[in-house]
């Protein structure tokens, strides 16, 4: 079946350590994102891509990078650097405008 | 930028109910969508309704975009409604991304 993976479900940050959370899509589409959301609020942008070797900052990219080598494969690492890191996070994928797909996404918190 | 409201942001009703939740946005949308997100985070795509109505069984989305509000109706609610609600927008060249609004926190009780 085709569909987007997340891994890790749970991910445990020290202080200062970068982190690095994966989403791989088997559904050949061109876009994809990766938002954050917090305990009851909506979700927010922070990275996409629409091409391979191509990618934009979203609304609140500072602390994070993310790399698009391959079609299926669009990671997002947590650095030292975002100062407040916890928090859900979901990777989407869509072929244009509609289609939106979610992965089952990744908590992240500090320790 | 635009901005995306949901009311009511918590809903509570008995297994059965009907609900209308709605979704105002402050300037013209390209694209509207409604997502339904389940107690374990898992979001999933309900209606891609830029203007008009669409059904799907127990479900059904109207947008009039002229007055820049969307409504998202679910009938004879069952438990597994629970969740969280939210609409979406893409606005003007926005390269297909979406503008969220904070949500309606359903729970639906046996």
């Known amino acids: 079946d085709g569909g987007i993976t997340q891994s890790p479900k749970y991910l445990f940050r020290k202080e200062g350590q970068n982190v690095t959370l994966s989403c791989e899509q088997n559904l050949n589409h061109d876009a994809m994102y990766w938002y954050r959301q917090d305990p009851g609020q909506g979700l927010r942008l922070i990275y996409y891509s629409q091409i391979v070797n191509d990618f934009q900052k979203g609304d609140i990219a500072e602390g994070y990078s993310v790399s698009r080598e391959k079609k299926e494969s669009f990671p997002l690492t947590v650095t030292s650097a975002q100062k407040n890191p916890t928090a859900f996070y979901l990777c989407a994928s869509t072929l244009g405008s509609y289609g939106y797909t979610f992965g089952s996404g990744t908590r992240l918190t500090v320790v | 930028g635009i901005q995306v409201e949901q009311s009511p942001p918590d809903l509570i009703l008995q297994e059965g109910a009907n609900s209308t939740l709605r979704c105002n946005f402050s300037d013209s949308v390209n694209n509207l969508q409604w997502f339904h997100q389940n107690p374990w985070g898992q979001l999933i795509n309900l209606f891609y309704?830029?203007?008009?109505?669409k059904q799907n069984g127990r479900l059904s989305a109207t947008t009039v975009a002229t007055e820049r509000y969307s409504l998202l109706y679910i009938s004879s609610s069952q438990t597994t409604d629970s969740g969280v609600y939210f609409c979406?927008?893409?606005?003007?060249?926005?390269?297909?991304?979406?503008?969220w609004g904070a949500g309606t926190k359903l729970i639906i009780k046996p």
């Open positions: 309704i830029p203007s008009g109505t």
């Open positions: 979406a927008v893409e606005h003007g060249d926005s390269n297909y991304q979406l503008i």
